[in-house]
Structure formats: structure tokens, C-alpha cells
């Protein structure tokens, strides 16, 4: 069986589950979640670090560094450009999610000052 066959009648399962079960709004979610666990199965050493500009060399090489003496392990980076981030990285790497982006502080302050 080709690739793209089996990719589509995978696919067409997984959309058939959920309409079966009436949770097709899920769908996002769930493939958020496929695309971090295909990182950890694929590669657990690949950090992808998105921001709002791109990223010179030297604050590459210090990023994976810092990160490769946190999880203990040699780390390889992926740079993405993100035009939603204010200022600041948001950093996945095998399911985790640093997020230092100013965009999440501000809604921890929001959700402090709306419930607080």
C-alpha cells in the first residue's frame, strides 16, 4: 500500500472516531498534541525556538548550550519566526513548552488581575 493511501485512511479513521463520538472540535487540539508527541518519538533532542525575530548565532549557540546542560544531553535547534510574539522565546523540545514570550506574561497578569 502507497504512503499517501494509508496516511488518508488514517486520517479519515481518526476524523470518522470523532464524529462517531461527537468531539470532532477536539481535532485541533489533538493535532497539537500529535505534532509534540512525532517531535519526542522522531527526535527527543530537537528544540525548536520560535521568536519574533530571527535569532543571531551566538544567541543560537547560547540557547542550545544552556539547554543542553538542563536536560543533560546534546540538543539541536530549530528557528522559526513567530510575527504573534511580542518580544521573548518559546521553546519546545520533547513535548515540553518553555514559553519566556512577554505574550504569556501578560495573560498570567490578566487572569491575576481578573481573579485575584
Known sequence: MKPQVQID???NGIISYLEDNQVLDL???ITQELIKQSWVKIDPNLAVVSSAIA?????QTNIKTHLSKVLKRPIRLKTQI????IAGLKIEVAGQIIDGTLNR???DLE???IYD
Open 82 to 85: 513567530d510575527k504573534s510574539i
Open 9 to 11: 485512511a488514517i486520517v
Open 27 to 29: 481535532l485541533p487540539l
Open 111 to 113: 487572569q491575576e488581575i
Open 55 to 59: 535569532l543571531n548565532a551566538k544567541q
Open 105 to 107: 506574561q501578560l495573560q
